[in-house]
């Protein structure tokens, strides 16, 4: 089975640093994507960690820690177009490596 | 950057009639994925689809739904006699292959009546 815990919620203040965190337990491990989702809209791809470690794209990075079980997305100098769902999604290693989504972390961003 | 395509982007129908939703994924990718949210939930995995035949589906993924490459670029999901539940943003997505990234479609929302 698949388990993927995120935060419901969180605000942070226009040009600070926000981390959302996602622990996982899942029968495989094939990757980890974070994905940023405005309402109504289709989830667009942020970032991707498959090795233990920090990937970095501009405002945003991704770590990984593969024994933890645990992910965090971290968004530099926040813009008011932040505030978005931020989705949490694990690609198992069976069948077709399909891809399972948290929750997600509503952001709002406040000026 | 190439996208994902879903046709229509909303579509209400009554409890009990079919709808078929259609997806027109990126050229080059081999993989297609049907996924769901209903409002204020997560993004639900229904199924995937490679070389013309299902390779995985969800629980979700009962006998009321079929999924179809009619042609070389279209990929529909087929829901036969749906019910209020039905009710949600059904995403198509596709990906070069197992290990790439999911392109995703802005979305069929979907309203049961």
């Known amino acids: 089975g698949q388990n993927i815990d995120q935060p419901t919620e969180m605000t942070a203040t226009e040009g600070a640093i926000v981390q959302i965190n996602c622990t996982y337990q899942?029968?495989?491990?094939?990757?980890l994507f974070w994905y940023q989702q405005h309402a109504g809209e289709a989830p667009t791809f942020l970032s991707y960690?498959?090795?233990?470690g920090l990937e970095e794209k501009g405002r945003f990075s991704s770590f990984l820690s593969r024994s933890k079980g645990y992910s965090y997305l971290l968004l530099k100098e926040l813009q008011m177009k932040d505030s978005a769902s931020y989705l949490c999604?694990?690609?198992?290693?069976?069948?077709?490596?399909?891809?399972?989504f948290g929750t997600g972390t509503r952001l709002t961003v406040i000026p | 950057e190439p996208e994902v395509t879903q046709t229509p982007s909303h579509q209400v129908t009554q409890m009990g009639q079919e709808v078929i939703l259609r997806c027109v994924p990126i050229?080059?990718?081999?993989?297609f994925y049907w996924y769901r949210q209903i409002l204020g939930q997560k993004v639900e995995f229904l199924v995937s689809f490679y070389n013309n035949e299902i390779s995985e589906k969800s629980e979700i993924f009962d006998d009321q739904f079929s999924v179809e490459r009619p042609d070389g670029s279209n990929f529909t999901l087929k829901i036969r006699s749906t019910k209020l539940e039905d009710s949600a943003m059904y995403f198509c997505?596709?990906?070069?292959?197992?290990?790439?990234?999911?392109?995703f479609g802005s979305g069929t929302r979907l309203t049961v009546v």
């Open positions: 050229s080059n990718h081999l993989y």
């Open positions: 960690n498959v090795l233990d």
């Open positions: 999604a694990v690609r198992d290693q069976t069948g077709a490596n399909n891809l399972f």
């Open positions: 997505a596709s990906s070069e292959n197992p290990q790439g990234r999911y392109t």
């Open positions: 899942t029968s495989g491990f094939n990757g």
